[in-house]
């Protein structure tokens, strides 16, 4: 059925369908501009408790974010230059490259965010890859959580592997940053660096060979951007030849012309 639709027709059925999904919004009125529609879904689904969805629901949403990621254009490594030591810099958006995995900045509960169309990765990654990713994200976590109990929140610098379901890359490492409360410390700046190095040992672990990383920490976490960036290249920068051949690509994702900056200084 949804191969037949067109992009509006499953836009309009996905809406329909989140809404009655939704117990609060099932008398949402629906937009008439695509525009409108988009912030509606995509509201929904920020929003969205993980539990069961219909799979016919769930394969409509599949071929509708696959188009949209199509559409925004997927960007592969061979699409990006390494500046060096098999290391790059790609200013935009990460759900659009096409790695073996990103890096989510995650929080401690592991479930995304829940802040209808907010601009952190975490609730874009979970945008675009569906809601099959949060409902993974809880499967681990009620299972962390049987082993550790009931109160269990992912520590700082702990990477848990998920599917990417919807995106062009083939995992996502959800990893939770050290927050910046009173001023940075040498404690937080140690965990940072242990957010890099233990989700490349995870890649390693995974045969994951290309991996794109965000600006952990920075933004809300209140990471000083230029620190965050000089930590970031130290810690790859060491951890790529204690594991010669076994990587092919760490990629810088960055958003902020601030970060682009930062990390083209360091990379020169």
């Given at each position: 059925?949804?191969?037949?639709?067109?992009?509006?027709?499953?836009?309009?059925?996905?809406?329909?369908?989140?809404?009655?999904?939704?117990?609060?919004?099932?008398?949402?009125?629906?937009?008439?501009?695509?525009?409108?529609?988009?912030?509606?879904?995509?509201?929904?689904?920020?929003?969205?408790?993980?539990?069961?969805?219909?799979?016919?629901?769930?394969?409509?949403?599949?071929?509708?974010?696959?188009?949209?990621?199509?559409?925004?254009?997927?960007?592969?490594?061979?699409?990006?230059?390494?500046?060096?030591?098999?290391?790059?810099?790609?200013?935009?958006?990460?759900?659009?490259?096409?790695?073996?995995?990103?890096?989510?900045?995650?929080?401690?509960?592991?479930?995304?965010?829940?802040?209808?169309?907010?601009?952190?990765?975490?609730?874009?990654?979970?945008?675009?890859?569906?809601?099959?990713?949060?409902?993974?994200c809880n499967r681990q976590m009620n299972a962390l959580r049987i082993r550790y109990g009931s109160n269990y929140?992912?520590?700082?610098?702990?990477?848990?592997?998920?599917?990417?379901?919807?995106?062009?890359?083939?995992?996502?490492?959800?990893?939770?940053?050290?927050?910046?409360?009173?001023?940075?410390?040498?404690?937080?700046?140690?965990?940072?660096?242990?957010?890099?190095?233990?989700?490349?040992?995870?890649?390693?672990?995974?045969?994951?060979?290309?991996?794109?990383?965000?600006?952990?920490?920075?933004?809300?976490?209140?990471?000083?951007?230029?620190?965050?960036?000089?930590?970031?290249?130290?810690?790859?920068?060491?951890?790529?030849?204690?594991?010669?051949?076994?990587?092919?690509?760490?990629?810088?994702?960055?958003?902020?012309?601030?970060?682009?900056?930062?990390?083209?200084?360091?990379?020169?």
């Amino acid at each position: 059925m949804n191969e037949k639709m067109t992009q509006n027709a499953r836009l309009d059925y996905l809406v329909e369908e989140f809404k009655a999904d939704s117990v609060q919004y099932k008398d949402l009125q629906m937009p008439k501009d695509t525009e409108g529609k988009r912030r509606i879904l995509r509201s929904l689904m920020n929003i969205r408790m993980p539990r069961k969805m219909d799979e016919a629901v769930l394969s409509v949403q599949d071929e509708y974010l696959q188009e949209r990621i199509r559409e925004n254009g997927i960007v592969e490594p061979a699409d990006i230059p390494i500046i060096r030591d098999r290391m790059s810099i790609w200013q935009g958006d990460i759900t659009r490259l096409a790695v073996d995995a990103i890096v989510n900045a995650a929080n401690s509960q592991m479930l995304g965010c829940f802040v209808p169309m907010h601009t952190c990765i975490d609730n874009c990654i979970h945008t675009f890859a569906g809601v099959q990713l949060r409902a993974e994200c809880n499967r681990q976590m009620n299972a962390l959580r049987i082993r550790y109990g009931s109160n269990y929140e992912q520590p700082t610098a702990v990477p848990m592997l998920t599917d990417a379901y919807n995106l062009p890359a083939k995992k996502v490492v959800h990893i939770v940053g050290p927050i910046v409360e009173c001023g940075l410390t040498k404690e937080l700046e140690e965990q940072l660096a242990a957010c890099y190095s233990n989700t490349l040992d995870m890649c390693l672990e995974n045969g994951l060979r290309t991996v794109a990383f965000c600006c952990i920490s920075t933004g809300v976490f209140r990471f000083p951007n230029k620190r965050a960036a000089q930590i970031a290249v130290r810690t790859v920068s060491e951890w790529l030849p204690l594991h010669a051949g076994q990587m092919d690509r760490v990629i810088f994702n960055v958003f902020k012309d601030e970060d682009k900056e930062y990390y083209e200084q360091l990379l020169q």
